[in-house]
């Protein structure tokens, strides 16, 4: 199991763009359309089951939510953050 990072670590290693909401980080990814929303989301989740770490993702038009949290450390954990840097290296 991984370890919880502290307020100090998850502070310092938080990626931009990507805040804090209690035992999760999440950040809005945000497109020109519904399609180019859906081609994120499918390529997110093949980066999740890579890393066999599975966010919530919720699709709207032009707009992936995405919450990250490792349910059995209870918390967040470098897992959240290397996966959030995955996800942001595929958005720009």
Do not use: C
């Not at 931009?16 to 035992?23: S, T």
């Not at 066999?52 to 967040?76: C, K």
């Amino acid at each position: 199991m991984a370890d919880l990072l502290s307020d100090d670590e998850i502070e310092q290693r938080l990626p931009e763009g990507w805040n804090r909401e209690g035992d999760e980080i999440v950040r809005a990814f945000e497109f020109d359309g519904y399609l180019d929303a859906s081609g994120f989301l499918g390529a997110a989740a093949g980066l999740a089951e890579d890393a066999w770490h599975h966010p919530e993702m919720t699709i709207t038009w032009g707009e992936v939510e995405v919450r990250l949290t490792t349910h059995d450390a209870g918390g967040i954990t470098q897992k959240d953050i290397d996966l959030a840097e995955r996800f942001d290296g595929i958005y720009d």
